[in-house]
């Protein structure tokens, strides 16, 4: 690699770390939103039964 070894390599570990933390936050937020999502539902869900029908 002509003396840039440390370089290449480097660079590779610092687009893999990238990529790795990019999917851990990713799946994070997915995790967050869908509990969101459900609490909202069971919310929606508990405002219908307590209508009344008219």
Same mark, same amino acid.
């Given at each position: 690699? #002509? /003396? !840039? /070894?440390? @370089? *290449?390599? /480097?660079? !590779? *570990?610092?687009?893999?770390?990238?990529?790795? #933390?990019?999917?851990?936050?990713?799946?994070?937020?997915?995790?967050?939103?869908?509990?969101? @999502?459900?609490?909202?539902? +069971?919310? +929606?869900?508990?405002?219908?039964?307590?209508?009344t029908t008219s």
């Amino acid at each position: 690699m #002509g /003396g !840039y /070894g440390l @370089y *290449v390599w /480097g660079s !590779y *570990v610092v687009t893999f770390i990238c990529i790795a #933390g990019e999917i851990l936050l990713i799946s994070n937020r997915r995790r967050t939103l869908e509990k969101q @999502y459900s609490h909202i539902e +069971d919310l +929606d869900n508990n405002e219908t039964k307590n209508e009344t029908t008219s």
